[in-house]
C-alpha cells in the first residue's frame, strides 16, 4: 500500500530526489484558469516535476489543465491541508504566491529555478501593492501595468523571472464531444455566437460589464438584416437571459462542447470574460465589448476590441465596480454607449472579407 505521495513517486520512478512534486491553485474564474496555465507549461518546462492542481471549480479546471503530462485536477478544499505532501505549493492570481517550498530539494533539482523563486520572493516588495484591500490593490497594479505596457499574460512573467512572451496557451479538445455539432445541427453551418453572461461571484445580480440584453436583441436584427445567410447561436450558461431572434440557444451545454462550438463560430459577440479567453485560445476572432475591466490589461489585439472612451476601466476604483456604476447610474455609459450600430460598424470589414473569402 502507498502512504504518501513520496512513496508513490519511489514506487513510480525509483527515485525520488529527481523529480519536484508541486501544488498549483489557480484562483479566478475560467478565464483566469486559461491564463495561469501559460504559467503552469513554463515551470513544466523548467524543471522535472508533477504538478497538481487544486481548483475551486473542478470543471473548468478539467476542461483547461487536462491532458497535459503529469498533471492531475483536485477540489480546492484539500490544498493547504495536503500542502505537507508538495516541494512547492503555488497560488496564483495576479501574482504568485509561494505557499510552501523546499529550498533544499529544489536547488539541488534545479538551481536555476531555485534562483527564480527567490527572485520572486524579494520581488514583492518592488511590485506588490500593500494594500489590505483586493480591489484597491489590484487598480494600482492595473495602472502600473499600464504603463510598463504589461497585460494580463505577461504580468505572470513578474518582470522576466519566467518567460511568458505571448497570449497563447494549449487547450485540450476532446474528439468524441465533436460529434455533438451534428446532433446540433452546426457541422456544416455558418454560423456567428453570443454570449451574455459573466461569473456571479455568488451574486444574483448580472455584472455591469455585461453587454445589455437590448443590445443584443437589436443587434441580432441588425445582422440578421446584413448577413441573413449567417446563422446566430447563443451560448452560455443554462440561466442566461434568451437573446431575442437567435436561430439556436445552446445554453447549459458542457465545456467540452462549447470548445467545438467556438471553434467552428465565424465571430464570437461578448463582453470581456472567459468565453472569449477559450474562443481566442481556439483562434476564433471575437468582437468585444469592454466597459469597467481595463481593455490595455485584457484585450487581444487579433480580436475586435470595442470601448467606449467618454467612460470606461474602473475596475477596482471601488468595491463594488463589478456590479454598480460608480456613477450612480442604472444604465452604465460603458456599456450602454458602445451601441449595436457601433459593433456592426466594427465587425464589418471582417465580416465581408470572410464572405469574399468564400467565393
Known amino acids: 500500500m502507498v ?21 498549483f491553485y489557480p484562483t479566478g474564474g475560467f478565464g483566469d484558469y486559461i491564463i495561469s496555465s501559460k504559467l503552469l507549461d513554463e515551470i513544466s518546462k523548467i524543471v522535472p516535476c508533477k504538478i497538481d492542481v487544486y481548483c475551486e471549480n473542478v470543471t473548468f479546471g478539467k476542461a483547461v489543465y487536462e491532458g497535459r503530462e503529469k498533471v492531475e485536477i483536485f477540489p480546492i478544499n484539500t490544498f493547504y491541508s495536503q500542502m505537507w505532501k508538495y516541494d512547492l505549493a503555488l497560488k496564483v492570481e495576479h501574482f504568485i504566491h509561494i505557499e510552501k517550498q523546499n529550498a533544499n530539494k529544489i536547488a539541488k533539482i534545479n538551481p536555476i529555478f531555485m534562483d527564480k523563486l527567490n527572485k520572486l520572493g524579494h520581488g514583492y516588495r518592488t511590485y506588490y501593492p500593500d494594500v489590505e484591500q483586493q480591489w484597491f490593490r489590484e487598480n494600482i497594479h492595473f495602472r502600473r501595468c499600464e504603463i510598463k505596457g504589461i ?7 513578474h518582470e522576466g523571472i519566467f518567460k511568458i512572451e505571448d497570449q497563447k496557451t494549449w487547450i ?28 456571479s461571484m455568488g451574486r444574483s445580480k448580472m455584472q455591469t460589464k455585461v453587454w445589455p440584453l437590448e443590445h443584443y436583441n437589436d443587434f441580432v436584427m441588425l445582422f440578421k438584416n446584413q448577413y441573413p445567410d449567417i446563422e446566430i447561436v447563443q451560448v452560455g450558461a443554462s440561466g442566461n437571459a434568451k437573446i431575442r431572434g ?10 467540452e462542447v462549447t470548445k467545438w462550438i467556438l471553434k467552428g463560430s ?3 459577440l461578448d463582453c470581456e470574460g472567459g468565453l472569449v479567453h477559450l474562443a481566442t485560445q481556439l483562434d476564433t476572432k471575437c468582437a468585444v465589448v469592454f466597459g469597467p ?36 447610474l442604472s444604465e452604465p455609459e460603458c456599456m450602454y454607449k458602445v451601441t449595436p450600430e457601433i459593433v456592426m460598424k466594427n465587425i464589418k470589414s471582417y465580416m465581408d472579407s470572410i464572405r469574399k473569402e468564400e467565393k
Open 293 to 328: 475591466t481595463p481593455k490595455h490589461f485584457y484585450e487581444y489585439p487579433q480580436n475586435i476590441n470595442m470601448v467606449y472612451e467618454g467612460c470606461n476601466n474602473c475596475m477596482g476604483t471601488h468595491p463594488e465596480w463589478a456590479f454598480e456604476c460608480y456613477k450612480g
Open 266 to 268: 465565424i465571430l464570437h
Open 151 to 157: 497585460n494580463r499574460w505577461t504580468e505572470l512573467s
Open 172 to 199: 485540450p479538445m476532446r474528439e468524441e464531444y465533436k460529434k455533438r455539432l451534428q446532433e446540433l445541427g452546426l457541422n456544416e453551418k455558418k454560423y456567428i455566437t453570443l454570449n451574455r453572461g459573466a461569473d
Open 246 to 255: 437567435v436561430d439556436k440557444y445552446i445554453l447549459g451545454e458542457s465545456l
Open 3 to 23: 502512504e504518501s505521495i513520496e512513496d508513490e513517486l519511489i514506487s513510480q520512478n525509483g527515485k525520488k530526489d529527481d523529480i519536484l512534486y508541486i501544488s
